[in-house]
């Protein structure tokens, strides 16, 4: 931690062994106990923000975009072309339907014949 940084003081309790943990990481690395409360909650929180998801898709979509980004251009085109070919006869007068998030539709889905 730089001494230019602003500083605020806390204060916390923790358990005894995280503690004796902590002071441990302290002394080994010739920090003091803040730096190491400090370093943890840093690299909790880019764990955290790495982890979240970057698209407001939700989760079901991103996890879908993500499967088909593996997918070769021929695999790729053969899944568009089986998706194409998947729906009412051509012609056919289809009442538009509107969903929250991929999610509801997916749950709709799962509950038609």
């Known amino acids: 931690m ?4 602003p500083y605020a003081r806390i204060a916390i309790t923790l358990p005894h062994n ?11 690395q010739d920090r003091s106990r803040s730096w190491i ?3 943890a ?3 909790y929180a880019a764990d955290v923000d790495a982890a979240a ?3 407001p898709l939700g989760q079901s979509r ?3 975009l993500r499967t088909d980004v593996g997918l070769t251009l021929d695999e790729r085109m053969i899944e568009a072309d089986e998706v194409a070919t998947v729906g009412p006869a051509p012609g056919a007068i289809v009442a538009p339907r ?3 998030s991929f999610d509801a539709f997916l749950a709709w889905q799962r509950t038609r014949p």
């Open 2 to 5: 730089s001494r230019s940084t």
């Open 37 to 39: 409360v400090a370093e």
């Open 62 to 64: 991103t996890r879908q």
């Open 41 to 43: 909650i840093r690299r």
């Open 53 to 55: 998801p970057a698209s």
């Open 98 to 100: 509107l969903f929250d």
């Open 18 to 28: 995280d503690l004796a943990s902590a002071d441990r990481l302290a002394a080994q």
